[in-house]
């Protein structure tokens, strides 16, 4: 059984930071890819920033040069870092985890985090 749960969240004013952190518990997070998402009401949920089982990052448009995702495969943890932060950034964020193994693609989520940012 693989369990995801994100921290971190909260609110902040405009040009702050806020570090997520999201704690897997379970196999094969060194076999898996990384993404953050988010999503605010009335949209669609997005992906702010995904990072590859080799370490490869890349990013939304909209938080390039701001955000910044990690992992430790010693803690079974990603994170994403936030700063320069907007209103727009405003929404929930999840974890999700993409497990690659035995040619097949397994995704899992955890339940999400949210960030409020104040102008």
């Known amino acids: 059984q693989v369990q995801l749960v994100e921290s971190g969240g909260g609110l902040v004013q405009a040009g702050g930071s806020l570090r997520l952190s999201c704690v897997v518990a379970?196999?094969?997070?060194?076999?898996?890819?990384m993404i953050w998402h988010r999503q605010s009401p009335g949209r669609p949920r997005e992906v702010v920033a995904m990072m590859t089982t080799g370490g490869s990052a890349s990013y939304a448009d909209s938080v390039k040069d701001r955000f910044a995702i990690a992992r430790d495969d010693a803690k079974n943890t990603a994170y994403l870092q936030m700063n320069s932060l907007k209103p727009e950034d405003t929404a929930k964020y999840y974890c999700n985890q993409i497990v690659h193994w035995g040619g097949t693609q397994t995704p899992y989520w955890g339940p999400g985090t949210q960030v409020t940012v104040s102008s």
């Open positions: 379970g196999k094969f997070f060194k076999e898996s890819e």
